[in-house]
């Protein structure tokens, strides 16, 4: 029996709270969740139409904790499980318009026309280079550059960040966005001798890399852990359209004023979790009163258009055998990559049709993803003509935009984190959460939750003793 009590607010239902309230509930407490927009889930976000499914944020998620399972089958989804087959295994790249399956061996990489057989030469060098001095922060260019050099980092290198983070390498901090990188050189001197004997530390650690972590989703879209967890906090505990004004402190307990509609209220809390995007924040924690907010309202949110098509089959000449492709800034395409998504998972088009989910913005050209959606179209099938020899036009499109779509770990990023982990330290009860905090994927904000469900908890524990 749970003898700790209190009483806990979550703002915002994105993934990240969603499984912070969930947490919650089986650990005994009780959470009011509070959503300004009209729906739970975040960006993730589910459409199935006349035979169709298509989604307006990820597509997938890795498991690289064994924690994500568990939820997962706590919550009663493994028989909706789907786990791409084989091909997802093969991912291209576009080099001089041409799609290339990234090397998955030694010798495919030695046969590989996607990289030159100086930039192969040059790999030889990695485990002698001196690791980072830690002078100053470095982007994750200039560390790729220095220790692969420039091939891998156009051809590699930046059409896989722009795939995960929409970003771009120059600006990402390698120590904030990809610290498993740095701590690979820091501890190992090498990323090649890293790699190796990393993977046992790992084992050790019950962790799976990114890299081998099985990837999945359900029969229903991503959006059907949304909704299976929804319905298991129970929909009462959850407040939609509901916008948090302002959180304070008064009398050792937190009080938070909201509108909703024409409405306003207040109430109460001893704990406070707060997993809105950072740009909201400075304007709702404690009214600006004891931080300096200037450094979360510089964090960059790049837009990101998804225009998902569907195409009979015999339209589109690629035999579309993998995970998708990768568009590198050099090619110059209007994408930064495209999903094959009917390849991946079963029941996302009808019988002979195949759908391909295109991404288009993000920090390479955060303007392309706000244009007029005739031109958005038009613009995107000319590339997928290109390098997929798509031929006449979609039957089916969806286009969604997510305005403010990923927060960017760039330079300076730690200052962030420095501030949320001061903020936490200094005010009783208050916590963040969010892909802000631990790491962008699906994954990481499922851990993330969980782990600040058990932190929640674990202060609820201390209050009662004092």
């Known amino acids: 029996m749970n003898n700790v009590s209190g009483k806990v607010a979550i703002v915002g239902a994105g993934i990240s709270g969603l499984v912070t309230a969930y947490r919650l509930k089986k650990l005994g407490f009780d959470a009011d969740v509070i959503e300004a927009s009209g729906r739970v889930g975040g960006v993730i976000e589910s459409f199935r139409e006349d035979g169709w499914l298509s989604e307006a944020g990820p597509h997938t998620y890795l498991e690289t904790s064994p924690r994500i399972r568990e939820l997962v089958t706590a919550i009663g989804l493994e028989s909706a499980l789907c786990e791409p087959g084989p091909e997802a295994k093969n991912r291209f790249i576009v080099r001089d318009g041409k799609p290339y399956s990234l090397p998955s061996s030694p010798m495919s990489f030695l046969k590989t026309p996607l990289f030159s057989a100086s930039a192969k030469f040059r790999l030889l060098r990695e485990p002698f280079i001196s690791r980072w001095d830690n002078s100053y922060e470095e982007s994750l260019a200039g560390f790729v550059t220095r220790r692969l050099g420039q091939e891998f980092l156009d051809y590699a290198i930046n059409p896989f960040v722009s795939g995960v983070y929409a970003g771009n390498p120059g600006d990402l901090s390698v120590k904030s966005a990809f610290p498993k990188l740095f701590d690979l050189e820091q501890e190992y001197g090498s990323l090649i001798k890293g790699a190796i004997l990393g993977a046992r530390k790992r084992k050790k650690q019950s962790e799976t890399s990114k890299q081998r972590a099985k990837m999945y989703s359900f029969t229903k879209g991503m959006g059907q852990l949304a909704e299976t967890l929804t319905k298991k906090i129970l929909e009462q505990n959850i407040q939609t359209r509901t916008e948090v004004v302002t959180v304070s402190r008064e009398n050792n307990r937190w009080l938070l004023e909201w509108k909703s509609d024409d409405k306003k209220g207040t109430g109460e809390y001893d704990i406070v979790v ?29 837009p990101v258009s998804v225009l998902t098509m569907g195409f009979e089959r015999d339209k589109v000449e690629h035999p579309l055998d993998g995970f998708g492709m990768l568009v590198p800034a050099v090619e110059n395409s209007s994408i930064l990559g495209t999903l094959f998504t009917s390849t991946l998972f079963p029941g996302r088009a009808p019988e002979g049709y195949v759908t391909l989910a295109s991404y288009v913005g993000g920090a390479r050209n955060p303007e392309s993803a706000k244009q007029p959606f005739e031109l958005l179209r038009d613009n995107v099938l000319l590339d997928l003509q290109r390098f997929l020899g798509v031929q006449g036009s979609p039957v089916y499109v969806k286009h969604i935009l997510q305005p403010k779509a990923i927060p960017q770990y760039n330079v300076g990023y730690e200052h962030v984190r420095d501030i949320l982990d001061d903020l936490e330290k200094s005010q009783n009860g208050l916590f963040f959460a969010g892909n802000y905090r631990s790491g962008i994927s699906v994954s990481d904000c499922i851990v993330g939750g969980l782990e600040t469900a058990d932190r929640v908890r674990e202060q609820l524990s201390v209050n009662s003793k004092q």
């Open 274 to 302: 707060s997993t809105v995007p950072l740009h909201r924040l400075p304007k709702i924690i404690l009214e600006d009163k004891i931080f300096d907010s200037r450094r979360l309202q510089e964090v960059s949110y790049p």
